[in-house]
């Protein structure tokens, strides 16, 4: 297997290509699987925490080692824009109208972003949302995350 991330580094080897932010290893790369409470995974969890955000171990035995990040989420931070790095603001106006989540609307190039005050529409500041490490890039549901287990053409799958 071959992998590319959006920091255009190829590694080689199985699980998903992400670079954590904040934790104990920020900017070190998750380690899948990887064993946190004597359970393998093989993707970002929750596991263990009450707020919701996804993380990972960067060693492979997270409950000897203790090291991890948290995985990209636009509620930690945003990329590019003309915030430096702020996370989003939920819910945001744009146009008028509210948003509760990244979008598409007025971009041509499809990128998902978001604003980063309440009133993208007084302020114009914003940010592009990054891609999560458990979100999908393309069909009918774009940008919004992935739910394990799932069944597709009658096979369970949990990563």
Excluded at 33 to 51: H, Q, V, W
Excluded at 71 to 94: A, I, R, V, W, Y
């Amino acid at each position: 297997d071959s992998h590319f991330d959006d920091d255009e580094l190829w590694t080689l080897g199985d699980g998903q290509v992400v670079r954590v932010k904040y934790g104990n290893a920020d900017g070190e790369y998750c380690k899948f699987p990887f064993l946190f409470s004597e359970k393998e995974y093989n993707s970002c969890t929750d596991a263990g925490r009450s707020d919701g955000f996804l993380w990972c171990s960067t060693t492979y035995n997270f409950d000897t080692d203790g090291k991890y990040g948290f995985c990209p989420h636009e509620s930690l931070f945003t990329m590019g824009g003309n915030s430096d790095g702020q996370p989003c603001k939920f819910p945001f106006l744009f146009e008028g109208r509210s948003f509760d989540g990244c979008t598409t609307e007025g971009r041509q190039d499809g990128y998902r972003w978001c604003g980063t005050t309440e009133d993208y529409d007084r302020d114009k500041k914003f940010g592009f949302c990054p891609e999560t490490a458990m979100s999908t890039v393309a069909g009918n549901s774009e940008g919004q995350p992935c739910v394990f287990p799932f069944i597709f053409l009658g096979n369970k799958y949990d990563s």
